[in-house]
């Protein structure tokens, strides 16, 4: 039976491959030697069945193709092998006029595959964003992707370092509470997703975890690139499991995405080389999580609650302080807070979750900080603590009667004991709170004091904002001009420095949302943090990146993610030269300081020829004009400011 052939144009000019030359061309979706010897042109099966070394990049040699890899010999004129019997098939070729056509077979139709089900599944399940990098260990998986991006389900970018995409995946999981994918491939690939995984674990963001693996058959073996992926992320991940021929494909994804996002940990699947092209039959794949996910809105226990409210009722000063942990529940904190005209703080990771322009807003509380915010705390007589972690960093105090509210039993009275450890899920427990709350009359109204208190710290970031060495501007110079020019309703990603707590104390918050490395406290977050936002909302809010240059030097190639994907991302880069935090701790234990000076590029012109807008500010005086011209642009930018050390 004659076999129709496809042709496909694989060499416009056959002038391009001169006599005694050979190339690598693609015919559909196949890699073709292409030769040119004695003035013939073949096409020849371009992998060596040796190891399957790429034909094309090999040369001709005394008459004979030579494998580029191990020196294998073939025949340029017909691929046969003197002497062996395992010649390279060849191909039909034509030439018209001078370009050049290969004929192949009809390429059959794409058969599903167990990466196809699963990653149907996965965007079945509302995971349709994934950061990584495609390799040489994950390429079924890849391809499953690309199927479900091309079909408008899927939006994959492709990072510069998988540490970024496990960031970006991260910040994506702490925005919006549902859990982003990232990427990479066997061995160093998947490895450098760690610290990012960690970020998200500890600071309670669902996150999925895609790595490709080398075949199992040579796990154990000293493969190239191979690690025992499952054992590697069992620290880290939640769910952790290995893809099998026999898994039960889609239920496995299922439960991996269903652990993410009811434990808001981490889930790790690993997918062996030999089994992401397999074909499947029928199968029946998880539609979405209809049915499978139990609704969270748990109301507390009655002992503790009705203690939780008798506090309240008898209160004269309470004052709330909010945690990472309720930011999807601020428009219930607020009503409550308003109907006991208490103060409002946050931990330094709930930032931004009450304006501070709001009449009850003190800003945040501990290192971070503002004397606003502890003031308050100090001053009153019931604190209610909401969704937050009694970090150090925050430093709520344990002397005042404290009512804590949280959906994580273990988190209740973690380091101490809590008057009233009330466990239920927020806008549950603090509904309630609102409804029952019965004695209001015996409250103090805080308006005019927590007015007071903001004019006295204002007053104080004047003073401060006259400061200046010599040396570059102060960083309270750097936020002011940032109050003044940054979108009220941006999205700001901040590294972890001294920029991070002259971000807390000296920035105001409006309707912006604030991203932060917490637990982890990882440097190097927020390029890859303002990346993950992106791809959350997409242009509908502004995304600003603020980092020193320590930070900032970790993920800097990732400013050609930003340009590759037009992501409108605003970088600010406070230079000073000097790990200035690292600095600081030594000269407080008593240390010299060493090891802490930095040699850094031009910034501006790095991302100029990155091919994003790069500007760059040594003096006070045109701040404001430059970090205009930012915001401004229609496009990534970068802002690079030359601060003072120690004006922070």
Request: hydrophobic residues 40%.
């Amino acid at each position: 039976m004659n076999t129709k052939l496809v042709w496909h144009k694989v060499l416009e000019d056959k002038n391009e491959l001169p006599n005694g030359r050979v190339m690598t061309v693609t015919a559909g979706h196949k890699g073709i030697c292409l030769t040119h010897f004695e003035g013939e042109f073949y096409a020849l099966e371009n992998k060596c069945p040796h190891q399957g070394g790429p034909l094309g990049e090999g040369s001709i040699e005394n008459g004979m193709l030579r494998c580029p890899w191990h020196g294998w010999d073939f025949e340029p004129c017909g691929g046969s092998a003197e002497g062996f019997d395992d010649g390279l098939p060849s191909f039909d070729l034509k030439i018209e006029g001078d370009t050049i056509f290969v004929g192949l077979e009809e390429e059959v139709p794409h058969e599903t595959t167990i990466t196809d089900v699963m990653a149907e599944t996965m965007v079945n399940w509302g995971v349709n964003r994934v950061f990584g990098m495609v390799g040489h260990s994950n390429l079924g998986m890849a391809d499953a992707l690309r199927r479900q991006e091309q079909k408008g389900n899927l939006k994959f970018i492709g990072i510069r370092h998988e540490g970024a995409a496990s960031f970006a995946a991260s910040a994506y999981g702490k925005l919006t509470g549902k859990p982003a994918a990232c990427f990479a491939i066997a061995g160093p690939g998947s490895t450098n997703m760690y610290t990012g995984l960690w970020d998200a674990k500890v600071d309670r963001a669902p996150i999925l975890a895609l790595t490709g693996q080398v075949a199992t058959q040579v796990m154990g073996t000293g493969n190239f690139q191979e690690v025992d992926l499952v054992r590697a992320f069992d620290t880290v991940a939640e769910f952790n499991h290995r893809v099998e021929a026999s898994s039960k494909h889609s239920e496995l994804m299922a439960l991996a995405i269903k652990s993410a996002i009811i434990k808001r940990d981490v889930s790790h699947l690993t997918f062996p080389d030999e089994i992401q092209e397999l074909p499947v039959g029928s199968t029946e794949i998880a539609d979405s999580p209809e049915g499978r996910i139990t609704p969270m809105t748990i109301a507390p226990p009655k002992e503790t609650f009705e203690k939780a409210l008798g506090m309240l009722n008898k209160a004269k000063r309470p004052a709330i302080i909010v945690g990472h942990g309720a930011r999807f529940h601020m428009k219930e904190v607020i009503e409550l807070a308003e109907k006991l005209k208490c103060p409002v703080m946050t931990t330094f990771k709930a930032k931004g979750q009450i304006s501070d322009s709001h009449p009850l807003g003190c800003g945040v509380l501990g290192r971070s900080g503002t004397p606003i915010a502890s003031w308050f705390m100090n001053e009153s007589d019931v604190l209610l603590v909401i969704g937050a972690s009694f970090s150090n960093h925050t430093g709520v105090t344990p002397k005042k009667p404290t009512i804590q509210i949280d959906f994580d039993p273990m988190a209740l009275s973690k380091f101490h004991k809590i008057d009233a450890a009330v466990w239920g899920e927020i806008s549950v427990t603090v509904n309630m709170l609102n409804e029952q709350i019965s004695t209001v009359d015996n409250k103090v109204n805080h308006t005019e004091e927590v007015k007071e208190r903001w004019d006295i710290w204002k007053t104080e970031k004047k003073k401060r904002l006259e400061e200046d060495h010599g040396k570059g501007i102060s960083s309270i110079a750097v936020f002011d001009t940032l109050n003044k020019l940054a979108p009220a309703n941006a999205i700001m990603c901040a590294d972890v420095g001294n920029n991070a707590y002259s971000f807390g104390r000296y920035f105001e918050c409006q309707e912006h949302t604030f991203l932060m490395s917490g637990y982890l406290g990882s440097i190097g977050f927020a390029l890859p943090a303002a990346m993950g936002a992106w791809a959350a909302v997409g242009d509908e809010r502004p995304v600003i990146a603020v980092a020193g240059d320590g930070g900032f030097c970790q993920y800097l190639a990732e400013i050609t993610t930003l340009v590759k994907y037009n992501m409108p991302i605003k970088v600010i880069i406070l230079n000073n030269n000097e790990l200035g935090k690292i600095s600081k701790e030594q000269r407080a234990g008593e240390f010299d300081v060493w090891a802490t000076d930095l040699v850094n590029p031009n910034f501006a012109e790095y991302a100029t020829g990155c091919g994003a807008l790069g500007l760059k500010v040594s003096d006070k005086e045109n701040l404001h004009e430059a970090m205009k011209q930012l915001m401004d642009h229609d496009g990534p930018g970068l802002l690079e400011i030359t601060t003072d050390v120690e004006l922070i």
